[in-house]
């Protein structure tokens, strides 16, 4: 129905819940509405997760054993990572609830709540962030494709598994296939930091890009460096 990206990819949601009889309503609902859902039960294994895979979604509880949600929210959001995260919470209190918002949740709903109104929550935030058009498409380069909506990437077929960064950072280069970006451009676009970003982390990230896309890693043909100017996506 309303849940974006069309019927040529599934949005995959990511549940961080320890409480199991709260895990499988929310992920039982989820897989119900047509989503891909992955669930853990803690922070810590939320955060190993994220390392290897890519999601649309989080939904993150507040309390946890070992580290908070809020705790997870705001390194989530320390490291760059722009999706939308809804916090659940068993507590009606303001101040979390504005705590919450503070470190960089895009919502709030407090247990308990209605089924109907969470997926209503899921639905208008996935809507918000849908890809725009001209990232909606697939292409190929090499023996590459890149399946922007899918957040699919394969290698002779096979899938190639980018951290959510790396693979925002390829959304974005192939949004501005042809163009030369620049180091600060990437760092405001994809990470959205502001001026005291260290430029090395986007060198580092487009030498992770390239280990896995480039046939030769150090003699790139597709994420070209364009000296003194940045990078630029050749395709
Ligand atoms: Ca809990």
């Known amino acids: 129905m309303g849940a974006p990206p069309s019927a040529a990819g599934v949005p995959h949601v990511l549940v961080v819940e320890d409480e199991p009889d709260m895990r499988m309503l929310l992920s039982d609902n989820l897989e ?10 803690s922070a810590e294994d939320a955060l190993t997760w994220l390392e290897r895979h890519t999601c649309a979604l989080v939904i ?19 490291q760059g990572m722009r999706l939308p995260i809804l916090m659940l ?31 209503a929550r899921v639905r208008a935030h996935l809507r918000r962030t849908t890809p725009r058009a001209e990232s909606s498409e697939e292409i190929a380069f090499g023996d590459v494709k890149v399946h922007i909506r899918r957040r ?23 949004a501005h296939r042809g ?17 005291q970003a260290v430029t090395r ?11 896995h ?16 100017s940045g990078y630029q996506l050749l395709v």
């Open 89 to 119: 919470t068993a507590r009606a209190q303001e101040s979390d609830r504005v705590f919450g918002l503070d470190v960089g949740a895009d919502d709030y709903i407090t247990k308990p709540f209605g089924v109907a109104e969470f997926l």
């Open 32 to 41: 119900f509405e047509g989503y891909e859902v992955t669930n853990v039960q």
């Open 179 to 195: 163009e030369v970006v620049s180091r600060e451009q990437l760092l405001r676009d994809v990470w959205g930091y502001g001026d």
């Open 213 to 228: 896309l480039e046939p030769r890693p150090h003699d790139p043909k597709y994420i070209v460096t364009v000296h003194g």
């Open 152 to 174: 699919l990437v394969t290698r002779r077929d096979r899938r190639i598994r980018l951290s959510t960064r790396e693979f925002e950072l390829l959304r974005y280069l192939v």
């Open 60 to 78: 993150l509880d507040l309390m946890l054993p070992g580290m908070s949600g809020i705790e997870l929210c705001g390194r989530l959001r320390a």
């Open 201 to 211: 982390t986007v060198d580092n990230y487009i030498a992770k890009l390239r280990s």
